[in-house]
């Protein structure tokens, strides 16, 4: 965990579960906390913006890509079957559904692209 590039895969990892990607930034990140209790606020720093802009990344591509590659999206990470859902939710309630995720198990992702989806 010493590694050079640990704190730049820590960010790709975090950037990719809030996108595209169901691995959680968690698996290298209690690590390197561990190793770097004093960087620790630094790493979580790195996290929070990284997973931030998968989000964008996440909705901006089902707004930009539109629907079918939304969907791909979704297909891929395996969660179809709730995704219709959670569109039917960011529809009606808005930004609210999106606040109220944080306090759910719902994968982010799937909420971000929920919410770029249009009709």
């Given amino acids: 965990?010493?590694?050079?590039f640990a704190v730049w895969v820590l960010a790709a990892i975090a950037f990719a579960d809030s996108s595209f990607l169901p691995v959680p930034p968690d698996l290298l990140f209690v690590p390197l906390a561990l190793l770097r209790p004093k960087q620790?606020?630094?790493l979580l720093l790195i996290?929070?913006?990284a997973a931030s802009?998968?989000?964008v990344v996440g909705y901006r591509s089902a707004t930009g890509f539109g629907a079918s590659s939304a969907?791909?999206?979704v297909e891929l990470c395996g969660y179809?079957?709730?995704f219709a859902g959670y569109r039917r939710l960011v529809?009606?309630?808005?930004v609210w559904i999106i606040i109220a995720k944080a306090f759910t198990p719902v994968p982010f992702k799937i909420m971000a692209i929920a919410a770029g989806v249009r009709q």
């Fill in 47 to 49: 996290c929070i913006v």
């Fill in 71 to 73: 969907t791909r999206v």
């Fill in 53 to 55: 802009l998968g989000a």
């Fill in 80 to 82: 179809t079957e709730g």
């Fill in 1 to 4: 965990m010493r590694h050079r």
């Fill in 91 to 94: 529809e009606e309630w808005g």
């Fill in 40 to 42: 620790i606020w630094w």
